[in-house]
């Protein structure tokens, strides 16, 4: 039974992914690497593939220029209705931010730039907190999410409006 419980003590110390590649192998020098080091890269797996992901879009969207006619979907609200959706001019924003062009990625779309800077930061919380062991938690409760829609709504109806044509892509 002891060594049940000290299994279980070592688990929560490497932190959520480590109950997979408890029991797969047996010691400490099972599965990637050795010891702590092994742990730390099994952590760091799903930050990295998503990271490689990320970097993949980026990099396609880079070479693939959204603002020449044909290589992308046109946005079917923008199209149908004529209205800018939250979205609009986020690829010509990503576009713009893989050439360096940060001002140009502003004035795509403002809030596509600001949820890249947001979800750059919360991966560098997860990536430390993997690191260090502990478990990486985001818990969004119901006034974050009225408050993140509300957010979209505003610059929606602001980018619509007559005077806030300077948020037009």
Known sequence: MRGVKAQTQRVRELGPGAAVHAGAGGGAGAGTGTGAAGAVLRRLV????????????????????PNQPGHYPVCPLLRFAGVY?????????????????????????????????????????WVVRSVRGRPTRLELGPVHLWSVGALAL?????????FGGWLHP
């Open 46 to 65: 799903v930050p990295g593939a998503l990271l490689a992901s990320v970097v993949g879009a980026f990099a396609y969207v880079g070479v693939v220029d």
């Open 154 to 162: 505003v610059f929606t109806i602001v980018r619509n409006l007559p």
């Open 85 to 125: 959706c939250p979205g609009c001019g986020g690829l010509r924003g990503a576009h713009a931010l893989v050439h360096g062009d940060f001002a140009a990625a502003l004035t795509d779309n403002a809030l596509a730039v600001a949820g890249y800077l947001v979800l750059a930061v919360l991966w560098t919380v």
